[in-house]
């Protein structure tokens, strides 16, 4: 039965993370996520319900607009792919229990916020703004142990991040800091900490990638968002064990 509720879960994510490239690239723009529908970006034709099915689409279409044959960007099929995954790692893992509602929340927004800083190097107000409510309310219902953690984590998570903004004169987004203010709140101080750290091993290890794939000549900005995504997916469902076997040391 587990099986079949985490597939379930899995399909669920699919369809959200279709949504979910919407939201990340309108949003930033100041667009409507409701219209114009979804079409093609080349020759603006209003896509079907074939060309909108998730992953299926795109490998079907092997990857092109059914009209004009212009490419279409696999960010739109990994998105969906990865919120369908996590979906149902998250109900995999934690069941049917309140604190699955927080996880998905929490995933979602850390979704979004990483399609709009890839494509646009912005973590929109406004969506943090949203999903922020949203996970007030779901750790008021599932708090954390104890309770104040969520305040503490989500000062500390907010004020580290601007702080190296301010040290930095500008080095650290905007974004940035307020998402940390979010992740605090959720995950709490030992763990949101523990997210910063990881987040920027990702973060230098992508940027040296991507600088030497660039040339040294083609030095640019690298978005944070997508590292810090990845580090609070790895706390959120790992940091009290990476916690607990790093204090057995000593």
């Known amino acids: 039965m587990d099986i079949a509720y985490t597939i379930f879960a899995f399909i669920f994510g699919l369809v959200f993370g279709s949504f979910f490239n919407v939201v990340g690239l309108r949003v930033p723009k100041k667009e409507s996520i409701v219209s114009p529908p ?23 279409l092997r990857g092109k607009c059914r009209t004009c044959k212009a490419k279409i960007s696999p960010i739109y099929m990994i998105t969906e792919l990865i919120t369908g995954l996590l979906f149902a790692y998250a109900f995999w893992t934690i069941g049917f229990q309140l604190e699955l509602a927080v996880a998905l929340i929490f995933i979602s927004l850390l979704v979004i916020i990483t399609v709009s800083d890839i494509a646009y190097m912005l973590i929109p107000d406004k969506i943090l703004l949203f999903f922020g409510i949203l996970l007030i309310i779901g750790r008021i219902i ?4 104890p309770w ?22 500008g ?40 600088l030497k794939l660039r040339g040294q000549g083609r030095k ?31």
């Open 38 to 60: 979804s079409h093609c970006t080349n020759c603006n034709r209003q896509l079907g319900a074939l060309d909108l099915v998730p992953v299926f689409s795109y490998v079907l």
């Open 148 to 169: 104040w953690d969520s305040i503490v984590g989500a000062i500390i998570g907010f004020g580290i991040l601007l702080l190296i903004a301010i040290i930095s004169k």
């Open 171 to 210: 080095g650290m987004g905007g974004g940035d800091i307020k998402l940390f203010l979010v992740i605090g709140l959720v995950l709490g101080t030992f763990n949101t900490l523990l997210t910063l750290f990881i987040a920027s091993v990702i973060g230098m290890i992508t940027g040296v990638i991507v």
């Open 220 to 250: 640019a900005p690298i978005p944070f968002g997508p590292s810090i995504a990845i580090a609070t997916i790895i706390v959120y469902f790992y940091g009290d064990k990476m916690i607990d076997w790093y204090m057995k040391l000593f």
């Open 142 to 145: 599932v708090p954390l142990d």
